[in-house]
């Protein structure tokens, strides 16, 4: 008998978070390993960016749906049922052709919007019966289902480790297809005069890798993979989606909205909620954030690992950075959703704009330093750090601030988040490496004091509302003590 969320007991509600989580893991772990390699993969012609970009382009126009569809087919049906849906994104990567690549990642993405709004508001769900204080514990919910998820890149990076283990040849021959193409821009006078690229036949690591790169990639071989390796390890991530899916078909307790939540299924009013979220003031100010952080996931897996680690070291040592990345994001996620409970948010957020302003700077400083290892593996580490931040407070915000609508407030957020991720992924054939980086540490600060700004005022308007409440009970407690002393006189 199925029972609405307040009837529940509290170790189900655990049994649904654990079983949401894992099947995250399992899911996320073959998407974001995708996801990272295929800007490696499929360069020629930018096929791998434009793929990703076609994904959350699928993923920005679904957010419109994503409310509706999970308040009408219930969050448990969506989850099994999209995540499902994720597989033929994978395979496509088998034959990295434009007319197979860019319709199932419009397909991949479209689904994956309505995913993260299902699990959002099913942890939101969840969160409603495990303490009394609703707020903290949506925190501490998004904390742990965020420190679980983070993880993902870590058994995702493993594993491209094993595949690739045997392939130890290609640093040098990717480092020479990206000499060849920049002296092929010797016969090409226009792309001379607007990427000013040194062209010879010696470049050095330096000049060819991290924030010297800038050129357009045009008719890049493919860096040259065996086909079984390729096999091997999109087979292991569709095992681990379908595991995932029968996970979540399977183990979790159907998800009912209370009595009084009203079911909203027209598309028109999804819009119309969406639109109100988005103009809230609430969601206002961490708008610039959420577009900030999808740049920067767009940046990470399309330029960082392809030209600092895939490009320097080697494409064998993409998985380690990969976990190195996930560790650390998780390490993050779980601390800092126990902390800002005494700290407040901003300083999280504070720290976590620091760490990537670090970063970024460090990057920008590569070339010094791009002989040691261990010197990128700190830069990815610190990365990874304020990623854990960005997500799980970002998306904790949001599910507090907007409980009895938290599937149109999840695809507002998708909605921004998308569009920074769009602008990422598409820019990147287009623009140098250290515009990149200036671009993202400068949004990165401007973002950051938006919300600082945003949210002082927010006290100080809570302030003011309060002092004039209290004047208001004052005046009237004066007006009727003197009219009962009036009286008594009388």
């Given at each position: ?202 470049l050095t690591d330096t000049e060819v890798c991290g924030p010297g790169i800038c050129f357009f990639e045009n008719n890049l071989p493919n860096l040259a993979l065996p086909r079984v390796k390729l096999y091997i390890i999109l087979g292991f991530y569709t095992g681990c989606m379908l595991a995932a899916s029968a996970m979540f078909l399977c183990v979790m307790d159907p998800y ?63 998985g380690y950075f990969l976990s190195v990345f996930g560790f650390s994001s998780a390490f993050s996620s779980g601390l800092s959703g126990f902390i800002h409970t005494g700290t407040g948010r901003e300083y999280v957020f504070m720290f976590a704009c620091l760490a990537e302003v670090v970063a970024v700077s460090g990057m920008l400083m590569w070339d010094c330093f791009s002989n ?119």
């Amino acid at each position: 008998m199925q029972t609405t969320c307040s009837r529940i007991s509290k170790w189900k509600c655990y049994k649904n978070l654990v079983t949401l989580s894992v099947g995250w893991i399992l899911l996320y772990s073959s998407f974001t390993s995708i996801k990272d390699l295929s800007s490696t993969f499929h360069h020629q012609d930018g096929l791998g960016l434009i793929g990703m970009a076609t994904f959350y382009f699928g993923y920005m126009l679904a957010c419109i749906f994503a409310g509706s569809t999970v308040r009408l087919f219930d969050a448990k049906v969506s989850i099994s049922c999209t995540s499902l849906c994720q597989i033929p994104f994978l395979i496509s990567n088998a034959l990295p052709k434009f007319y197979v690549l860019l319709p199932l990642s419009f397909l991949g993405g479209f689904t994956q919007s309505i995913l993260w709004t299902s699990s959002g508001s099913y942890l939101v769900w969840i969160s409603q019966t495990m303490s009394t204080n609703q707020r903290n514990n949506v925190n501490k919910v998004f904390s742990i289902f965020s420190l679980v998820v983070s993880c993902s890149p870590i058994l995702g990076g493993m594993s491209t480790v094993l595949a690739f283990s045997l392939y130890g040849k290609d640093r040098q021959h990717f480092q020479k297809q990206f000499k060849q193409i920049n002296t092929t821009f010797e016969n090409d006078i226009l792309k001379t005069l607007i990427f000013k690229s040194k062209f010879s036949d010696n470049l050095t690591d330096t000049e060819v890798c991290g924030p010297g790169i800038c050129f357009f990639e045009n008719n890049l071989p493919n860096l040259a993979l065996p086909r079984v390796k390729l096999y091997i390890i999109l087979g292991f991530y569709t095992g681990c989606m379908l595991a995932a899916s029968a996970m979540f078909l399977c183990v979790m307790d159907p998800y009912i909205p209370e009595k009084d939540e009203p079911k909203k299924y027209k598309i028109c009013i999804s819009v119309t909620n969406i639109t109100k979220i988005l103009y809230s003031t609430t969601f206002v100010k961490v708008f610039p954030l959420l577009f900030h952080y999808g740049f920067q996931m767009a940046f990470m897996s399309g330029s960082f690992f392809k030209e600092y680690v895939g490009c320097r070291y080697g494409i064998e040592k993409i998985g380690y950075f990969l976990s190195v990345f996930g560790f650390s994001s998780a390490f993050s996620s779980g601390l800092s959703g126990f902390i800002h409970t005494g700290t407040g948010r901003e300083y999280v957020f504070m720290f976590a704009c620091l760490a990537e302003v670090v970063a970024v700077s460090g990057m920008l400083m590569w070339d010094c330093f791009s002989n040691y290892m261990t010197y990128t593996i700190g830069l990815c580490s610190l990365w990874g750090l304020a990623h854990g931040i960005w997500q799980t407070h970002l998306n904790g915000y949001i599910g507090e601030s907007f409980p009895l609508t938290s599937e149109f407030a999840f695809s507002s957020l998708n909605l921004i988040l998308s569009l920074g991720l769009i602008t990422g992924y598409s820019s990147s054939n287009y623009i140098c490496m250290r515009t990149k980086l200036y671009v993202t540490g400068g949004m990165c600060i401007i973002s950051s004091c938006f919300f600082l700004i945003m949210s002082k005022i927010a006290r100080q308007k809570c302030v003011i509302n309060k002092n004039f409440k209290r004047v208001s009970k004052m005046k009237e407690l004066e007006i009727f003590v003197s009219s009962n002393v009036s009286s008594r006189l009388e």
